[in-house]
């Protein structure tokens, strides 16, 4: 079966780190860009961020750009997201995606339909 697993979410303070993992299973994620994005209730889903095949290229929602750090684990066959100086508007459900096809570009989020999904892991930020 493939498919991609989050974890890694959970409950911090603000200010606090957490760090996403994106797990495939079923097949190798060396061929695919993959993008993390996240959805707040009543809001839509937005890109948070996205890596290349080679890993050379990152893209950062300007929301997250400096707190958040995107890589991946070819070994590992996972990808990973780094978040720091996390703030409560960072409340939401993170999703990874896997896309044979898409660049990661400025427009990753919304100008491919991704492949693969994983089912979430909700991150809440909350004194």
């Known amino acids: 079966q493939l498919q991609l697993v989050e974890s890694g979410g959970g409950l911090v303070q603000p200010g606090g780190s957490l760090r996403l993992s994106c797990a495939a299973s079923?097949?190798?994620?060396?061929?695919?860009?993959i993008g993390w994005f996240r959805q707040a209730p009543g809001k839509e889903r937005e890109g948070v961020s996205c890596?290349?095949?080679?890993?050379?290229?990152?893209t950062y929602a300007d929301s997250v750009k400096g707190r958040f750090t995107i890589s991946r684990d070819y070994a590992k066959n996972t990808v990973y997201l780094q978040m720091n100086s996390l703030k409560p508007e960072d409340t939401a459900v993170y999703y990874c995606?896997?896309?044979?096809?898409?660049?990661?570009?400025?427009?990753?989020?919304?100008?491919?339909?991704?492949?693969?999904w994983g089912q979430g892991t909700q991150v809440t930020v909350s004194s």
């Open positions: 995606a896997a896309d044979l096809q898409a660049l990661c570009g400025m427009d990753f989020a919304r100008r491919y339909e991704y492949d693969y």
């Open positions: 079923g097949f190798t994620l060396n061929y695919y860009v």
């Open positions: 890596i290349s095949r080679s890993g050379g290229r990152t």
